[in-house]
């Protein structure tokens, strides 16, 4: 039996006098394929920011690979020093719905900046590398170009490239086909389905309800300040057993064919 | 009918020569120095550390408040009393115009940098850089374009107000042309050239940075 490599307990985030989650427990396996789901507003960007600490959590506990990030202070809350925000962001990537490429760098050198930059990587072998990882995405042909003479499908594949060139042991996706045309959305998850082929740990945002059931090994469902309902695709999203759950999953259904 | 001569002026251009090579020096003495200040006072006033935040706020607004000539007096006849040191023109006016500069680039600098899409920093920092790398790596060069044209007026302003320190007999073109003027008794020649000096070189100026823009803006892109 495996370790999780990450841990979740009595993890939460209030914005001032919004309680947007709490008490989130949460193991995630190596290998783990996690979609999370949920109406807007239930907090499912939140939860993500909270997990690579782009928000500080404002309660409980976040391990990884068993060790506790960040140290407690009096309140009770989690404090992180740049240094433990650094290291964290290294293992754990994350993939944005607005891409956030940097824009005055060429496709190559958004994918070479973090080994350059972070990881003291030469520039040479950091463009060498970055070179690997756009081939993986499929875009090798596009390393010279400006992010700007992208499409959008093509400026998220290089955003994943960019994640994956920090080999992160999870990866994180917010939402990361919403802001594509309809016919971008297909290229950008069959690398995220090549990914998960790999037996990558990965955590989805995604109104994608098909491709979460099939991509996903687990399913959660948030609503009420908290995981609502979870279970395997099968479970949640064919016999959904809680009346939010069932009813943002007939939403989803009312114009299929 | 007012008969024109530049003959006498002329005849004495080695001594406008010598004033703008003076004009010259200070000024890019005062704008090199005020970009490091600038810079420094607007990371300080970004900082969310008070003691740091508080000051840099508080020069800043001083000095883009008070006119240049109270500020170039204050730091020619107040500072030595209050330090009791020896004060040149030249140092005076370079410790005024670089303080005053650097609070015009500080707000100019900031401002570009809060312009920066908050995207930029959440994607810097999650592939694991510093506040730092950020800065220096992802906003700074971003910034730094966008704020290229208002620097370019600032520097320009920087250059005409460098005239006041003829008030304080520093040898800038300014002073070396009123003395000009009163030993040629040709003052509306000896100031005609001066202006000409300065739309000259000032358009001059203008003309390289508008080409460094256009430059910028081929390089690499902007995303709305
Ligand atoms: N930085 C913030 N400051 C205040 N409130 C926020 C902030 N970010 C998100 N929220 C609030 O938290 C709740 C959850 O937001 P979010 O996590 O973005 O939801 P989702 O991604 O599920 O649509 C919303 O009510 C939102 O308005
Ligand atoms: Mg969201």
Redesign the interface.
């Given at each position: 039996m495996s370790a999780p490599v990450l841990r979740l307990s009595g993890f939460g985030k209030q914005f001032g006098s919004l309680r947007v989650f709490s008490d989130v427990d949460l193991d995630v396996m190596p290998g783990d394929r996690i979609a999370i789901l949920g109406a807007s507003g239930s907090g499912k960007s939140t939860l993500l920011r909270c997990i690579?600490v782009?928000e500080t959590p404002s309660e409980g506990r976040l391990e990884l690979d068993g060790e506790l990030v960040g140290q407690p202070s009096r309140a009770g809350d989690m404090r992180f020093s740049?240094r433990e925000?650094?290291?964290l962001?290294?293992r754990v990537?994350?993939v944005?719905q607005?891409f956030?490429?940097?824009?005055?760098?060429t496709v190559a050198g958004n994918v070479a900046?973090?080994l350059k930059?972070?990881r003291s990587v030469k520039s040479q072998k950091a463009l060498e590398r970055a070179v690997a990882e756009l081939q993986r995405v499929g875009l090798a042909d596009k390393a010279d170009t400006?992010?700007?003479?992208l499409s959008g499908g093509q400026k998220q594949r290089v955003?994943i490239a960019?994640?994956l060139?920090?080999d992160p042991e999870i990866l994180l996706f917010d939402e990361p086909t919403s802001a594509l045309d309809p016919a971008l959305v297909g290229e950008v998850l069959g690398v995220i389905e090549q990914l998960a082929n790999e037996g990558r740990t990965m955590l989805l945002v995604t109104h994608e309800i098909g491709f979460a059931y099939h991509f996903a090994t687990r399913i959660l469902y948030l609503a009420e300040g908290g995981i609502y309902e979870s279970g395997t695709p099968d479970e949640v999203l064919k016999n959904p057993k809680r009346p939010l759950t069932q009813q943002f999953l007939a939403e989803h259904r009312r114009f299929q064919f | 009918m007012y008969e024109w001569d530049f003959s006498p002026v002329l005849a004495e251009g080695g001594f406008l020569l010598v004033g703008f090579r003076n004009t010259l020096v200070l000024t890019a003495t005062a704008l090199s120095g005020g970009l490091v200040v600038g810079l420094l006072l607007a990371f300080a006033r970004l900082s969310h550390r008070r003691w740091l935040k508080v000051p840099a706020g508080i020069v800043i607004e001083v000095f883009r408040t008070t006119p240049p000539l109270v500020q170039l007096f204050w730091f020619y006849f107040g500072l030595p009393i209050v330090l009791s040191i020896e004060m040149t023109p030249f140092l005076a006016a370079s410790l005024t115009f670089m303080i005053q500069s650097g609070a015009f680039f500080a707000e100019i600098f900031r401002a570009g940098i809060v312009s920066i899409e908050r995207g930029q920093w959440e994607a810097a920092n999650a592939i694991g850089m510093t506040y730092n790398q950020c800065m220096r790596r992802v906003i700074l060069p971003q910034a730094v374009k966008r704020m290229f044209p208002s620097m370019m007026e600032r520097s320009i302003e920087l250059m005409k107000t460098t005239t006041l320190v003829a008030t304080v007999s520093y040898a800038d073109l300014l002073f070396q042309a009123n003395e000009l003027a009163q030993k040629t008794f040709r003052p509306l020649e000896v100031f005609t050239v001066v202006a000409l000096i300065y739309f000259v070189s000032i358009s001059f100026i203008s003309f390289i940075a508008s080409r460094m823009e256009r430059r910028f803006a081929k390089s690499g892109e902007f995303t709305p």
């Open positions: 690579n782009l740049e925000l650094c290291a962001r290294q990537g994350m944005f607005q956030n490429l940097f824009p005055h760098m900046e973090g930059t972070v400006y992010p700007s003479r955003a960019r994640a060139a920090m | -």
